[in-house]
């Protein structure tokens, strides 16, 4: 695996992903509306990506290669109620090679309070 230059960083309020010194995106975790995961097949390894939609329709892709991806997907459950764990997702996602294997991780619609 190579890491990109692209950073993920989180707190209690939200994330921010910044692309070297220049471009940053932030958002907070009441703005996400969903969460998917998928495998892309990039020849020689496969990557895991994650791709989240805002309730302001703005899509955001994350992947494997960003430091402090780990970190984050560990914490998603801690801030988002209701998203589904690594331990759950995970296997799913990675078991059967050249398949994207794609999988929900979270959606403010199946949330009821």
Do not use: Y
Request: aromatic residues 10%; contains cysteine.
């Amino acid at each position: 695996m190579r890491k990109s230059d692209v950073t993920i960083s989180f707190d209690e309020s939200g994330f921010k992903v910044i692309n070297g010194k220049s471009k940053k995106v932030q958002i907070n975790w009441s703005d996400i509306d969903s969460i998917s995961v998928f495998k892309r097949d990039l020849i020689t390894f496969d990557e895991i990506c994650m791709e989240l939609f805002t309730k302001s329709e703005k899509r955001i892709e994350l992947n494997e290669e960003m430091t402090g991806w780990e970190e984050l997907v560990k914490a998603l459950p801690e801030h988002l109620e209701g998203c589904v764990s690594i331990k759950d997702w995970f296997p799913e996602v990675t078991k059967e090679s050249f398949e994207t294997n794609k999988g929900f991780l979270f959606s403010r619609k199946t949330i009821s309070h």
